[in-house]
């Protein structure tokens, strides 16, 4: 199991640890980015097709391979006939204007990014989560607290020997802030 942060939510990622890898990964979804939903909220689904909010079942389109989801259109402009979108009571008025139709996507089980091996929320979860969390403290004060990012040097073995001396130091730091308890 491998904890990272938010930057690291990307489909081909988890694809890779889930199917090569066979690793789960605890990843909280990116929030910048919650989708670009600018109608109303998401359509209800009867056995797996999206309904469109006029109330018929919506085209398939096609399977997005690179995103794991398929593709699902208007039913009326599906049909290619122009006047048949315009008879539709929601078009332009809470549903989309554009003459494509509206488009929305469904995720499959096999997107790994959304239906994660361990399940999201679970004490499990919460467990590696916090976990995440204390790493980056960790990181966060090699970089910032014990200057690693003002460091100018050249060559790689110098710069690995520039984060085990910031890692001793963090070490030392922990030991010192516990001494005192033990000499009592």
């Given at each position: 199991?491998?904890?990272?942060?938010?930057?690291?939510?990307?489909?081909?990622?988890?694809?890779?640890?889930?199917?090569?890898?066979?690793?789960?990964?605890?990843?909280?979804?990116?929030?910048?980015?919650?989708?670009?939903?600018?109608?109303?909220?998401?359509?209800?689904?009867?056995?797996?097709?999206?309904?469109?909010?006029?109330?018929?079942?919506?085209?398939?389109?096609?399977?997005?391979?690179?995103?794991?989801?398929?593709?699902?259109?208007?039913?009326?402009?599906?049909?290619?006939?122009?006047?048949?979108l315009t008879t539709c009571p929601h078009f332009a008025n809470g549903c989309s204007p554009s003459p494509?139709?509206?488009?929305?996507?469904?995720?499959?089980?096999?997107?790994y990014r959304l239906h994660t091996l361990i399940p999201r929320g679970s004490a499990h979860w919460k467990?590696?989560?916090?976990?995440?969390?204390?790493?980056?403290?960790?990181?966060?004060?090699?970089?910032?607290?014990?200057?690693?990012?003002?460091?100018?040097?050249?060559?790689?073995?110098?710069?690995?020997?520039?984060?085990?001396?910031?890692?001793?130091?963090?070490?030392?730091?922990?030991?010192?802030?516990?001494?005192?308890?033990?000499?009592?």
């Amino acid at each position: 199991t491998a904890s990272l942060d938010a930057a690291h939510d990307v489909l081909g990622l988890f694809r890779l640890a889930t199917q090569r890898w066979h690793m789960a990964l605890v990843i909280p979804l990116n929030e910048r980015n919650k989708g670009h939903l600018r109608y109303a909220g998401p359509l209800r689904l009867d056995h797996g097709v999206p309904i469109c909010p006029a109330g018929r079942p919506m085209k398939r389109w096609g399977f997005c391979p690179d995103r794991l989801r398929i593709k699902w259109r208007c039913p009326l402009a599906a049909t290619k006939k122009t006047p048949a979108l315009t008879t539709c009571p929601h078009f332009a008025n809470g549903c989309s204007p554009s003459p494509y139709g509206r488009v929305i996507y469904t995720y499959p089980k096999e997107n790994y990014r959304l239906h994660t091996l361990i399940p999201r929320g679970s004490a499990h979860w919460k467990c590696h989560e916090n976990a995440r969390s204390c790493a980056e403290r960790s990181v966060k004060r090699k970089k910032y607290d014990f200057l690693l990012l003002q460091t100018r040097t050249a060559g790689r073995d110098r710069w690995f020997f520039r984060v085990i001396l910031a890692a001793m130091c963090q070490h030392i730091d922990a030991w010192l802030i516990h001494a005192p308890k033990r000499l009592n």
